[in-house]
Nanobody, 123 residues
Framework: QLQLVESGGGLVQPGGSLRLSCVAS????????IGWFRQAPGKEREGVSC????????NYADSVKGRFTISRDNAKNTVYLQMNSLKPEDTAVYYC????????????????WGQGTQVTVSS
């Protein structure tokens, strides 16, 4: 089946780092723009970062600029979200998604979604 699978989440102390991975199976990520989203309990889903198919468009939410980095490795059919200087407010379930357009991937109008991985930042 066509799917995206996130991994790399877990429990980390404030100031720590995690790298999330999103691996595509059943299709090739080369042809898709990618978005990372997160949702914390009681809050709306938030766009974290997005990356166009060509890499020419990269966006970050103001809350994560300078701390998070999105990248892709087409040879591994994988997209990454490197998260540094983590804060308790970063605690959420993180989702990766793939869309045929960059505006779609950045806005959450995507063709494929992962099941999410939990990130908890706590002392």
């Amino acid at each position: 089946q066509l799917q995206l699978v996130e991994s790399g989440g877990g429990l980390v102390q404030p100031g720590g780092s995690l790298r999330l991975s999103c691996v595509a199976s059943g299709f090739t990520l080369d042809y898709y723009a990618i978005g990372w989203f997160r949702q914390a309990p009681g809050k709306e889903r938030e766009g974290v970062s997005c990356l166009s198919r060509s890499g020419g468009t990269i966006n970050y939410a103001d809350s994560v600029k300078g701390r998070f980095t999105i990248s892709r490795d087409n040879a591994k059919n994988t997209v990454y979200l490197q998260m540094n200087s983590l804060k308790p407010e970063d605690t959420a379930v993180y989702y990766c998604a793939a869309g045929l357009t960059s505006w779609g991937a950045c806005s959450g109008r995507c063709d494929y979604w992962g099941q999410g991985t939990q990130v908890t930042v706590s002392s």
